[in-house]
Nanobody
Framework: QVQLVESGGGLVQAGGSLRLSCAVS????????LGWFRQAPGKEREFVGA???????YYGDFMEGRFTISRDNSQNTVSLRSNSLKPEDTAVYYC??????????????WGQGTQVTVSS
């Protein structure tokens, strides 16, 4: 059974940067496609981006340029770097295994999420 644990969230000022990490256990990490989503209060879960098992990245609308996804197969981790953060980036950020696109139902394992709060 695959388990995912996100870390690195917190409070950051607008214009700042943050790096989230997701540790994955169970299964063969190097074969996983991995994604990042976020969900703000009262809103639907939103696709941030994904990275394939081979390292190809995909990003959601308006995400590319401010968000960068990378993976470390030696550490079984996937990271999400964000810069120029805005208050509207405030959300719970989740990592997930299984898919590559924006459809949450394509992913079959999820972490518990980490809160990111951007103050103005």
């Amino acid at each position: 059974q695959v388990q995912l644990v996100e870390s690195g969230g917190g409070l950051v000022q607008a214009g700042g940067s943050l790096r989230l990490s997701c540790a994955v256990s169970g299964g063969t990490f190097s074969r996983f496609n991995l994604g990042w989503f976020r969900q703000a209060p009262g809103k639907e879960r939103e696709f941030v981006g994904a990275i394939s098992w081979s390292g190809i990245t995909y990003y959601g609308d308006f995400m590319e340029g401010r968000f960068t996804i990378s993976r470390d197969n030696s550490q079984n981790t996937v990271s999400l770097r964000s810069n120029s953060l805005k208050p509207e980036d405030t959300a719970v950020y989740y990592c997930a295994v299984g898919g590559l696109g924006p459809i949450a139902a394509d992913y079959n394992s999820w972490g518990q999420g980490t809160q990111v709060t951007v103050s103005s």
